[in-house]
């Protein structure tokens, strides 16, 4: 399995990005990974202690972008990003408890992803969408905003890489039917089809 993956990561990026309140350069700053070990308890049910999901339908966090988790979960707490669950989970979150989490998480090591060998195929489809875009929709190749490795580029643009293909499928969905909003992704993810979009997510589960 390592001999696929280092076939396939040479780089996935999809711009799942939201630039929430909270601004990334003062979460790199004012964080503390020390005091955020100590508020993961409303997390760890969903996405473990070490930020590393082992539910598909729940995302990684760890090795996530400086930045990038704070200005979720204040779009979940402001009600900018809908999840009826994330609402209830950030509602005694302060922002401070927010920088906290988000730098506990940005400094944990992410595990690496795989494939079987049936899923190779696809993955391999999801590539060349990936590395040259969907010219005949004027769909940008996405490793343009998140680097050739899938890590991101920060502050605005998070980690994708080794991140689960259900999670990253069912955003890319959510995009393309305007139930979450982003301009951007909006717009990117609304001409590819659902083979496309499933394609892309398992390419994106491989890189590490």
């Given at each position: 399995?390592?001999?696929?993956?280092?076939?396939?990561?040479?780089?996935?990026?999809?711009?799942?990005?939201?630039?929430?309140?909270?601004?990334?350069?003062?979460?790199?700053?004012?964080?503390?990974?020390?005091?955020?070990?100590?508020?993961?308890?409303?997390?760890?049910?969903?996405?473990?202690?070490?930020?590393?999901?082992?539910?598909?339908?729940?995302?990684?966090?760890?090795?996530?972008?400086?930045?990038?988790?704070?200005?979720?979960?204040?779009?979940?707490?402001?009600?900018?990003?809908?999840?009826?669950?994330?609402?209830?989970?950030?509602?005694?979150?302060?922002?401070?408890?927010?920088?906290?989490?988000?730098?506990?998480?940005?400094?944990?090591?992410?595990?690496?992803?795989?494939?079987?060998?049936?899923?190779?195929?696809?993955?391999?489809?999801?590539?060349?969408?990936?590395?040259?875009?969907?010219?005949?929709?004027?769909?940008?190749?996405?490793?343009?905003?998140?680097?050739?490795?899938?890590?991101?580029?920060?502050?605005?643009?998070?980690?994708?890489?080794?991140?689960?293909?259900?999670?990253?499928?069912?955003?890319?969905?959510?995009?393309?039917?305007?139930?979450?909003?982003?301009?951007?992704?909006?717009?990117?993810?609304?001409?590819?089809?659902?083979?496309?979009?499933?394609?892309?997510?398992?390419y994106i589960s491989a890189?590490?």
């Amino acid at each position: 399995m390592r001999s696929v993956l280092t076939t396939l990561a040479a780089g996935l990026a999809l711009s799942l990005s939201y630039t929430g309140s909270v601004n990334a350069s003062e979460t790199a700053a004012m964080g503390d990974a020390e005091a955020g070990a100590g508020k993961t308890a409303v997390c760890v049910a969903c996405h473990m202690a070490d930020g590393n999901s082992v539910v598909p339908t729940f995302p990684n966090l760890a090795g996530q972008q400086p930045g990038y988790i704070a200005s979720q979960l204040a779009a979940f707490k402001s009600g900018e990003r809908k999840d009826d669950t994330m609402l209830g989970m950030t509602a005694a979150l302060s922002e401070q408890d927010m920088l906290d989490l988000d730098a506990y998480y940005a400094s944990q090591a992410p595990k690496v992803g795989s494939l079987t060998p049936e899923q190779e195929a696809a993955a391999r489809e999801g590539e060349a969408i990936y590395r040259a875009g969907v010219a005949e929709f004027s769909v940008t190749s996405c490793m343009a905003c998140h680097g050739p490795d899938g890590k991101g580029v920060q502050p605005n643009y998070p980690r994708l890489a080794g991140q689960h293909a259900t999670y990253i499928e069912k955003q890319l969905l959510a995009f393309k039917d305007g139930t979450r909003k982003d301009p951007m992704m909006n717009d990117i993810a609304f001409p590819l089809s659902a083979e496309q979009i499933k394609n892309l997510a398992l390419y994106i589960s491989a890189l590490y």
